[in-house]
């Protein structure tokens, strides 16, 4: 498993006897050197002393030496750089482009680790180091998830930045598609998203004092007006539509179907859109207004809007209901907080090179409860409860980026778990 070599050499976790390359050469890893995620050396800017004499470069790593032969290194000049080559198993000599000898390091993964490893991806109870959690010291788990909530900011601005990209750098439209697709609330987020790229926020900004309109573009680009009227209040949207599909050129979003079933009817997409359409009607640059919003209370009470008069007695079209006001909860503000507010205001930092809003980004998860679904509960079973928002984030992105592709090799509970009988081999 070339992967265990990986973590041997970045931990180093070497024998206790003096390393030496196959030449007989004395070895002394000075600095291991930092992982490569992408094409070229497996580790990147490591410092070798062979021999006495100390060198700088990268570190190539295979299970067997052959390997460096079979993926074509010998005449690639990007390995030019290696200088070492470390694998378990040294079947033949490896050279650089110019026929140059590298240096080889035979190393093995210690029983223990592999055996521990195995445990991980072979355990019947997920998460597999469910065992080793409560005995953890506070500090390292603490450290673990603040790395953690950094890692899933970094990959929130960048599916950010790819929608700034598919929009002309154009910040509002890109945090419409966010917002949209975190009204999904999970369910039908996806479509949510397909259904806002259709949805031009400059044609919306002429009709932006006519709520009604608002809800015709909403509604009939997402394909609910389409089939034969339910009541007056249908018909009505759909003939609106009609006439503002013309005026814009409007193309509704690709055929999809919007999921009702084994959902509260609070959730229902016709609800959530008449909210959304709600929110675009009284909140004219509601992305300028939501960043330079000074406390949570104040972007709660931007969210917090409520949709038009009909839906107050519906849930879908045709049937009335109970009157109840379909008034955005608290609880759902503080997801849109969490799940757009807060990374876009942390991607809009990063890109005005403005530390104070990134730190604000990471004070206002903290202000916010964490949430509670079945990932956090179920870290809260093994022992790892959030204290708030921050931590409900950083437990999702273990869960997503670690647990599911068992990467325990790159978790640092992971590198707790291996390390554990260490001390009986």
């Known amino acids: 498993m070339e992967e265990l070599l990986h973590y041997v050499w970045k ?46 470069g990268h570190v ?40 140059s000898p590298i240096p080889q390091l035979e190393l093995h993964y210690p029983p223990y680790l592999q055996q521990n490893y195995e445990e991980l991806l072979h355990a019947s109870r997920y998460p597999a180091c469910y065992r080793l959690i409560p005995r953890l010291p506070r500090l ?34 890109a945090f419409f598609l966010s917002l949209a697709r975190s009204f999904g609330f999970g369910v039908n987020s996806d479509l949510y998203e397909r259904w806002a790229r259709t949805i031009p926020l400059a044609a919306v900004n002429k009709h932006r004092d006519d709520l009604f309109q608002i809800e015709a573009i909403f509604f009939g680009q997402a394909g609910l007006l389409q089939e034969q009227p339910a009541d007056d209040y249908q018909a009505r949207l759909r003939k609106e539509y009609d006439y503002l599909q013309h005026k814009f050129s409007l193309s509704p979003a690709p055929e999809g179907h919007w999921s009702f079933l084994r959902m509260r009817p609070g959730n229902f997409p016709t609800v959530r859109i008449a909210q959304l359409a709600a929110l675009y009607h009284r909140s004219q640059g509601l992305l300028s207004r939501l960043m330079e919003a000074g406390t949570l209370q104040q972007l709660r009470s931007l969210l917090s809007g409520e ?5 107050t007695t519906h849930y879908v079209f045709g049937e009335p209901s109970v009157p109840r006001p379909k008034r955005l909860s608290q609880s ?71 647990c599911d592709p068992k990467k325990c090799l790159f978790c640092r509970i992971g590198y707790e778990y291996f390390k554990a009988d260490s001390a009986t081999y």
């Open 11 to 56: 931990h180093r976790l070497f024998p206790l006897k003096r390393l030496e390359t196959t030449d007989g050469c004395p070895l002394e890893v000075i600095d291991p050197g930092l992982p490569n995620p992408h094409a070229g050396p497996d580790f990147f800017n490591a410092k070798v002393r062979i021999d006495g004499v100390v060198w700088a």
């Open 140 to 173: 390292i788990l603490h450290s673990w998830l603040s790395s953690l909530q950094l890692e899933r900011f970094e990959a929130k601005t960048r599916q950010i930045e790819e929608w700034l990209h598919a929009n002309g750098q154009d910040w509002e439209q």
């Open 307 to 311: 949709a038009s008069v009909y839906w």
């Open 60 to 99: 190539e790593i295979h299970l067997r030496a052959s390997d460096w032969i079979r993926h074509g290194h010998p005449t690639n000049p990007a390995y030019d750089s290696v200088i070492l080559h470390v694998a378990s198993d040294i079947d033949a000599k490896v050279c650089r482009t110019d026929g």
């Open 332 to 402: 759902s503000a503080d997801l849109l907080v969490i799940n757009t507010v807060v990374p876009f205001l942390y991607a809009y930092g990063k890109r005005r090179g403005d530390e104070r809003l990134c730190l604000r980004a990471g004070r206002l998860l903290e202000e916010l409860k964490p949430e509670n679904n079945s990932i956090t509960r179920m870290w809260s079973e093994c022992g790892l409860t959030a204290a708030h928002a921050a931590d409900s984030q950083a437990l999702l992105q273990l869960k997503k980026n670690y």
